[in-house]
């Protein structure tokens, strides 16, 4: 299972010359498998990209909240609510367009 994860990981979430499972997304999917729900945000007039990730089988139901803060199409894990991962109340403040 974890080839298959990296494999996919590779195939879906490679950003420019990253391969996908070095990546902040490929390293989530890896650790934790597929999401139970992805919610994907667009940039508009006010904020930059982003992409929620749930697992509702993990810890009573987590989320991870990678963004696109640079506007280059790298997704950086900004946010979660799993414990021992990266939390910042703040992160929508990263997103913010200047």
């Known amino acids: 299972e ?3 994860r990296v494999k996919y ?3 879906r979430f490679k950003e420019y010359k990253r391969k996908g499972s070095l990546t902040d997304r490929g390293i989530i999917y890896i650790k ?3 999401p139970s729900k992805i919610s994907r ?3 508009d007039y006010y904020n ?3 992409q929620i990730w749930y697992y ?3 810890e009573g139901g987590v989320y991870f ?3 696109d803060a640079n506007g ?3 997704y950086q894990l900004l946010d979660s609510t799993k414990r021992g991962e990266r939390h910042d109340p703040n992160w929508m403040d990263r997103l913010k367009v200047r």
Do not use: H, T
Request: no cysteine.
């Open 9 to 11: 990981a590779d195939e």
């Open 72 to 74: 280059l199409g790298i």
């Open 65 to 67: 909240v990678f963004g």
């Open 41 to 43: 945000k667009q940039n």
């Open 48 to 50: 930059k990209p982003y």
């Open 32 to 34: 934790y498998g597929k």
């Open 2 to 4: 974890f080839k298959e």
């Open 56 to 58: 509702y089988d993990i």
